[in-house]
């Protein structure tokens, strides 16, 4: 079956560490995205990808990088710079075709919380 | 800069009635797209319905409708005879541009209670 896998489902992080999450799509999209939510809050957008070897800071990307070496590959990095990593992180892809109107596929996501 | 605006945290209806969450947004960009989401409590997020900005009618997809206000910038989520499964938070979001891969954002949610 097609879709988005993320991994892992539970993560901890030391003090200082970088940590790396991981977002594998198989369903041939464009596009892919990356997004952090806290309890009870919103989708806050951290980076965004149109196409492989490029990709956007959304509005919270500080503290975070990401790269796109392949098109089915988005792994969020969370750096040590980044001093609240605890919450929700949801991966998602798009098809970035005429029709516009397709949602967003989104993976189960990752917990991160800080040790 | 582009917002969504979701300014109900929580609402609670009594099953069967329609219920209607609120969105209004900010963009300068004449091509966007809108969308709604249902996240329950297991975190997965549930796509419902989307509406373009020069589509003429409003969207309808089984017991869901988007009440679209172009002028207003309002793009009101409208739930017919709601069922107790329909417990869940509700996220509006908006894609700004013609691109269908453009950076998508969220609004902070309205979190739905539906009483028996």
């Known amino acids: 079956d097609g879709g988005i896998t993320q991994s892992p489902k539970y993560l901890f992080r030391k003090e200082g560490q970088n940590v790396t999450l991981s977002c594998e799509q198989n369903?041939?999209?464009?596009?892919m995205y990356w997004y952090r939510q806290d309890p009870g809050q919103g989708l806050r957008l951290i980076y965004y990808?149109?196409?492989?070897?490029?990709?956007q800071k959304g509005d919270i990307a500080e503290g975070y990088s990401v790269s796109r070496e392949k098109k089915e590959s988005f792994p969020l990095t969370v750096t040590s710079a980044q001093k609240n990593p605890t919450a929700f992180y949801l991966c998602?892809?798009?098809?970035?075709?005429?029709?516009?109107?397709?949602?967003?596929?989104f993976g189960d996501g990752t917990r991160l919380s800080i040790l | 800069a582009q917002k969504i605006t979701q300014t109900q945290p929580g609402m609670f209806v009594q099953e069967k009635e329609a219920v209607t969450l609120d969105c209004t947004y900010d963009?300068?960009?004449?091509?966007?797209?809108l969308f709604w989401y249902k996240q329950p409590s297991s975190g997965e997020m549930i796509f419902l319905i989307y509406?373009?900005?020069?589509?003429?009618q409003n969207a309808t997809e089984g017991r869901y409708s988007l009440n679209f206000q172009k002028a207003r910038k309002s793009a009101n989520l409208v739930i017919s005879a709601s069922q107790l499964g329909d417990s869940a938070m509700y996220f509006c979001?908006?894609?700004?541009?013609?691109?269908?891969?453009?950076?998508?954002?969220f609004g902070s949610g309205t979190r739905l209670s539906i009483r028996p």
């Open positions: 990808s149109q196409i492989v070897n490029d990709f």
């Open positions: 963009t300068s960009d004449p091509s966007y797209g």
């Open positions: 998602a892809s798009k098809e970035a075709g005429r029709d516009r109107n397709q949602p967003q596929h």
């Open positions: 979001a908006m894609r700004e541009g013609s691109s269908s891969a453009s950076k998508i954002i």
């Open positions: 369903l041939n999209h464009d596009a």
């Open positions: 509406q373009g900005s020069y589509d003429q």
